[in-house]
């Protein structure tokens, strides 16, 4: 082979143990070598962030004292597992001091637990469909060769992947698809224990591992790991069993030989989904795992020999040759962020590389790993926006600094003013400004903190002068809230007079929950002899299901249609229409948006009821003289 490297042992044949062992130190996942009796003899740098701690802390310290209440976790059972049995063990936790979960695997090796784990919060805490289960299996196939399938429970049906066949000697479609089959081809002496395991999984819905000999069509045996995971349905019955068949018996087998090192360096890399290179000082690729071929967008064989700059962008190859001299020169790893370009989408990848060296400690190879941490970064910025809003918004209502702002609605047939529409603003700003609506108010539905803000505006109504009848917007976030529904209806029947003066305004929702939401509220509000309008008509798909569905009083046109209805005959035919079926339902009509003479002559002509806009009012704060 041209690249200097033996037929059949791999590019990682290139690498010293020591040199390997260096490498893998620096992935993202957590490494952690533990005595019997719990004590930290080892600990690598992501294993401390995880566990909020610097390494040089750990070192030296019990486990179960350093962190209260591990020993009631899986994780110490599994641990004392391990150590009796000598067998891996695999567990998935949750610790509530760091309100974390974490998934590991433990690997007695003598008189030692190596553990291997990893942060799983997000997954835990995210809904993965099977579609999306199937692109994680899908992807794990393409990079180390592994079998897929998936049970069908209700079915009764086994899918193989077309690399279990290969696995199983099989040409792809033999396999019938029946767990007797499949059974009938594990070896006899551990069929017993793997039907254990899947029936285990089953009934606790908690993932499965282990190992099983399997019969190929020829007769050979091969040592498989299994690995997967149940999906459920939502009554929490198995829906499916999805998992993966590695076939390891030549791994097997070259492990007893390896010694301990080699084997932890092998189940490392084979569980992470990391990008993974190698360069000569020159820049020539001499290695690359499946991942980095795969955002090459070329086979791995492909790869070898060419350098970053015939795959990559030049602003990424130009970084990153910058990083290969400066690991190279100062032996030291080099730590940045790169984006690449994925699936037609680009990526956010935190990137570490550093230095191989030969037995002279002299740098020979440039080793570069890249994790995706695109959605570790956008949840972030999510979860810092989030604070930052209900910060704000919690801070406007302790100190006071919301304000209500009326705007008159107007009876078109006397033109004497009825109503009026609360408004909320916010004073912010270094010089106190009054803020609109859109500044705030989007971002307070968009992370459901909107509740606080209509409670205190029902608040304020109730306080308002009896010759006001005003009418307050409530959101479809406060709605479909029952802590929110039950406090305003409060609010309501211990000011019963006040309350009677009400009109909520409803938006329209094409949810179903949320309009079951609006009409419990409708009930209990009417049983108050509140009134509703409903709000922005027209606009939404459901207008006429919520027409059927609420005790409504009013329909509000909205302004969208009405700033061209002097010009539009096509906006003159949907307000008319509008305020047609709003008569035909028993409803008076509120027409938004009049902001000169000739709309609210043609509105009145139209046959509306009442009107709101510039034209007959601007948003005041409430009590003060409007234009």
Not at 93 to 103: A, G, I, Q, T, V
Not at 170 to 192: M, W
Request: charge should be negative; hydrophobic fraction near 40%.
């Amino acid at each position: 082979m041209t690249d200097g490297t033996k037929a059949g042992t791999g590019p990682w044949t290139t690498l010293s143990p020591s040199e390997v062992v260096r490498m893998l130190d620096r992935l993202n996942d957590g490494v952690a070598v533990l005595s019997a009796d719990g004590w930290f003899e080892y600990v690598n740098d992501p294993a401390g962030e995880m566990l909020e701690r610097q390494p040089s802390q750990l070192l030296g310290r019990c486990l179960w004292d350093e962190f209260p209440g591990s020993t009631e976790l899986h994780f110490h059972a599994a641990f004392n597992e391990a150590l009796q049995t000598d067998e891996p063990r695999y567990v998935v936790d949750f610790y509530p001091p760091l309100d974390r979960w974490f998934e590991g695997r433990l690997f007695p090796q003598d008189d030692r637990i190596v553990s291997l784990f990893r942060d799983v919060t997000d997954q835990k805490r995210a809904e993965e469909d099977l579609h999306e289960s199937a692109e994680r299996i899908a992807e794990a196939e393409r990079i180390v060769g592994f079998g897929v399938w998936e049970w069908e429970v209700n079915r009764n049906r086994i899918h193989w992947s077309e690399e279990l066949h290969r696995i199983y000697g099989l040409r792809p479609g033999e396999f019938d698809g029946t767990v007797e089959a499949f059974l009938e081809r594990v070896h006899p002496d551990d069929r017993e224990t793997v039907w254990e395991n899947v029936s285990h999984s089953l009934r606790t819905l908690e993932p499965f591992a282990f190992e099983e000999r399997i019969l190929r069509a020829d007769g050979e045996e091969r040592l498989l790991i299994s690995q997967g995971r149940v999906l459920a349905q939502p009554d929490g019955s198995a829906r499916a069993l999805v998992g993966v068949c590695h076939d390891v018996t030549d791994r097997a087998r070259v492990e007893e030989a390896l010694g301990a090192s080699e084997r932890r360096v092998s189940e490392i890399v084979a569980n992470t989904p990391s990008l993974i290179t190698v360069k000569d000082l020159d820049g020539r690729y001499l290695m690359g795992n499946a991942e980095a071929a795969r955002l090459a967008g070329m086979s791995v064989e492909a790869m070898l020999g060419k350098r970053c700059e015939d795959i990559f962008p030049p602003a990424v190859t130009e970084r990153q040759r910058l990083n290969d001299r400066r690991a190279a020169s100062e032996g030291e790893p080099v730590y940045d962020e790169a984006t690449l370009i994925r699936e037609g989408e680009p990526r956010s990848y935190l990137t570490v590389t550093f230095p191989l060296h030969d037995e002279r400690r002299l740098p020979v190879e440039i080793c570069t790993i890249a994790t995706d941490v695109t959605e570790r970064k956008e949840r972030e910025s999510e979860r810092r926006e989030r604070r930052d809003w209900t910060e704000r918004i919690a801070a406007a209502l302790e100190e006071q600094r919301l304000l209500v702002y009326t705007q008159p609605i107007v009876d078109l047939a006397t033109g004497a003013h009825c109503a009026d529409e609360l408004l909320v603003r916010m004073r912010g700003g270094e010089h106190g400004q009054i803020l609109a609506p859109e500044a705030f108010l989007l971002a307070a539905e968009r992370f459901e903190l909107v509740q606080a803000i209509d409670v205190w505006m029902v608040r304020q109504a109730l306080t308002m002068p009896s010759e006001v009848t005003p009418q307050v917007n409530l959101s479809a976030v406060t709605l479909s809230d029952p802590d929110a529904r039950e406090e305003i209806i409060g609010l309501l029947a211990a000011a019963p007079p006040a309350a009677r003066r009400i009109v909520f305004e409803i938006t329209e929702t094409a949810s179903v929950v949320r309009l079951q939401a609006a009409r419990e509220f409708a009930a209990a509000a009417t049983e108050l002899e509140c009134r509703l309008a409903l709000d922005d008509f027209g606009v939404g798909f459901g207008s006429f299901t919520y027409l059927r569905s609420l005790p409504l009083s009013y329909i509000k046109v909205d302004t969208g249609f009405v700033r061209g209805v002097t010009t539009s005959a096509e906006d003159r035919r949907v307000v008319r229409g509008i305020i047609g079926v709003a008569h035909h339902f028993g409803l008076q009509t509120v027409v938004e948006g009049i902001e000169n003479e000739e709309t609210l002559e043609l509105v009145r002509e139209l046959g509306a009821d009442f009107g709101q806009g510039f034209h007959l009012g601007h948003p005041a704060p409430a009590g003060a003289r409007r234009d």
